[in-house]
Each structure stands twice: as structure tokens, then as C-alpha cells.
């Protein structure tokens, strides 16, 4: 029994594309409102959280139906693709309007000096300025919120098939090793959108068109897109995985089987469920604060370039990841989960003491810190979920997960946003973070299932087989 590295990549191929999305999404979108549109913080928030108020209804229904689906090309497969081209047009057409309120603002000057947009009383007015020019004709708004809801919607129908594709194909011991393979190519499509944040300098020019940009990271997209479609053999891969497990006397039960045969989870298995859930939810809401407000904390209080401090910090994921499925293999998935959330809370609460005086590289540690205890999180939460399904829910149960982590995502923007406005982005950022991460901590300490249950080997054969393409 041995994880295949090279089926696991090519299944990771559709998370990179989502990945590449949301890492430009969280980069550029805030951006835009705050500077381009003039919205407070607050309201910035409540429109980041549209996304999260689709997916906690969305990502469940379409994970469940997704497990009934059976076409030629598999379950998972029509719901990436589909998605993929609805989502990679609107996204553009979002740019388009965004260029639309430029030219406004150019028509009526205005630009003040480039240099002066350091200074925060600047930026101040020239929000006040674009808010002024969006109050007196809102339709540039309306018709960017509308685009925004179809690009969301197009990503809320496929995110659950896509994530649920790879326990479809993992036997459950395997699905740590094979969900941090998952996220380390995920990764990868985040950090290639950073390295293009860099090049389109995205951090510097508060004031830029983006459609170069994202016509850039919808590139990326569409090539991780296409290698999944010519790569990826669905129904045979979910096949194998099924005989496999009956052969190993794991509860692998195919979508086609009546549901009255399923297994039902015993009260302490749904009490650890729920757990991991509220943990689920507790985390996000720390490390959602952070990432979806960190491109304007990072510009407008600190001076930053964002792009670099998160592509070391992703960098640092990309690193650990590996080890973090072996380790969690042999420690246990919750015991590297309450590690990854002590050393993500550390690096949070270490971020609150960074000013604008301190010298970026000082970032660059806590950073590193962060990827490496986020990796620890997210390389078990997920599997965690799923082993407590059977195979014909892995769907719905991957639909469960996400409720949990978009609904605690709604919250965080809108929350955190409140605060920044009421106390001050400056004195709130990272303290918010670290404290709902630590509630975390707590919840995730009494859970008592969903670690993966070992297998004895057979032969030492059947130990060093990689499974066949």
C-alpha cells in the first residue's frame, strides 16, 4: 500500500486552478474596491464575504450532487470543466468594468502625484474622491458586483467535486500523504499568481488596470485546466481505489449502492465531527482576516510588498507539506493539527508587533512560521472529514467541510472589517487573527475521531507497490 505521487499530482491539477483564482481574487478584489470604488472597510468586507455566503449553501449541494452524477467523463470532471470556462470569462468581463471607473476617474483628474500616494492622507482623500464619483453614478458598481456574483457562483459549483476527486481516488490511510500532495500543487498555482502580482507590480500601483493581470493568471488556469483533462482518468482511478479498499477491508462503498447500506456515524464519531467542524470554522475566520485584508494592511499601513512576504510564506507551505504527511502518518493527523495551530497562533500574535519602521525582512520569518503551521492544518482538517464518510458521501462530506470554513469566512471579513474601522486596521489586524485561531486550538483539543485507521501489509510486496497509471 503506497500513495501514487504521480496519479495524486495530475488529480491536484484542478486545486491548482482554484488555488491561482483565489490567491489574484484576494490580491487584486479588495484593491479595487477600497481604492478604485472608495468603499470603507466595512463595506469591503461585507462584498469579500459574497463569495463565503454562496459557498456555505452551494458547495454542499453541489458536493452531494456530484456524488449522483455519472457521465463519461466521471462525477467531478463536468463540474470543472464547466465552471472553469464560466468563471475565466466573467473574471475578465470584471476587469473590464474596473476599467471603466478608471477612465472615469481620469476624466475628472483625479490622480495626484505618484509619489504622494504614501502618504496616508492622500490616500484618504482619494478615496473619499472615488467614493464621491461612485455615489454620484453607482451603475459601475452594480454591474461589477453583478459580474462578481457569476465569477463566485461559477467557482461555488465545482470547488466540492474538484476537492472530493481526491478521496475518490485515495484509499483513506493514504488521503494525509495525498491531501498534502493536493495543497503543495495548489500551492504552486497560488504562488505562480504572486510571482505575476510582482511582475504587473499589483502592490505599487494603487491605481492600475488589472486586465493584464488577470488575463495572466486566467493563462495559468486554463493550463492546469487542460493537463487535468488529458491527464486525469476519473472513472478507472475511482474504480481501482474501490477495489483496492475492499481487498484492504477498508468501508469503501461505491456512489451506485443504495444509501440505506451505508454505514451511519455512532454518536462519539458525529460528536467528533462537529468538532472538527467548529474547528474548522474557528481557524478559518483567524487565517481569513489575515489573507483577505493582508494586500491593503500590507500597502497602506506597513509599506510592504505583499506579493513577497506571501510567496515566502507559501513557499514555506510548499516545504512542508511533504513532511507534514509523513509526520501526521506516524504522530497522528489531530496531534499535527494542535502543533500547526500553537506554531500559526505564534506567528500571528509575533505579526502584531511589525511597524512600518521595522524592516520588511523581519517579516519574512513570521511568515514562514505561518506556511508551515497553516500546512500542518490544512494537510489533516480535510482528510479528518472524510474518513468519518463512506464512499458514496465523500461528496456531501466534502460539501459539510466547506459549509464550515465559507460560513466562518463570511464572518471574518465582516467582523474584522467592523473592527478596523471602529479601533483601527493597525491596532486589530493580527490580534484578531491569533485570538480565534487559539479558540481553535481548544475545540480541535477533544476531538477523538477521524485519525486514519493503519493496515497491515500483507507482504512486503504489497508494501512496496506503487500502484499503475
Known sequence: MKLNYKRTLLVGMAFFL??????????????????????????????????????????PIFGAISDKVNTKLGKRTPFILVGTIVAVVAFVGLTLIDNYQLARMEMFSFMPDTSSLSDPAVREWMAERMWSLTVENPLPLVGFIATLL?????????????????????????????????????TAGGILVLVLGMVFATSKNLYMSYTGYVLAVIAIMLTGLVIFLLCVKEKKWAAEMEEESNRLGIDAVPAEEDSRDKRKLSAPELRSLLLILASVALWYIGYNSITSKYSVYATTILGFDYNLTLIIAQAAAIVSYIPVGIISSKLGRRKTILAGVAILATAFLAGHFITPDVPAAIMYPI???????????????????????????????????????????????????LLYDLIGMRRVFFLFGSVFVVFSFVTMFFVRHGDSKPIEKKSVLESLDAGDD
Open 150 to 186: 457569476v465569477v463566485l457562483i461559477a467557482m461555488s459549483t465545482f470547488r466540492s467535486p474538484a476537492v472530493a476527486l481526491m478521496p475518490d481516488v485515495t484509499i483513506k490511510p493514504l488521503r494525509s500523504k495525498a491531501n498534502a500532495i493536493i495543497n503543495l500543487t495548489g
Open 18 to 59: 482554484i488555488s491561482a483564482f483565489w490567491q489574484a481574487y484576494d490580491a487584486i478584489i479588495p484593491l479595487i474596491l477600497t481604492n478604485h470604488f472608495g468603499l470603507p472597510q466595512t463595506a469591503s468586507g461585507a462584498v469579500m464575504s459574497i463569495d463565503n455566503v454562496l459557498a456555505v449553501f452551494m458547495l
Open 367 to 417: 511568515f514562514i512560521l505561518a506556511g508551515i503551521g497553516w500546512a500542518s492544518i490544512n494537510v489533516n482538517s480535510f482528510p479528518m472529514v472524510v474518513e468519518l464518510a463512506c464512499g458514496g458521501d465523500v461528496g456531501k462530506y466534502t460539501g459539510y467541510y466547506y459549509t464550515a470554513s465559507m460560513a466562518a469566512q463570511i464572518v471574518a471579513p465582516i467582523l474584522s472589517g
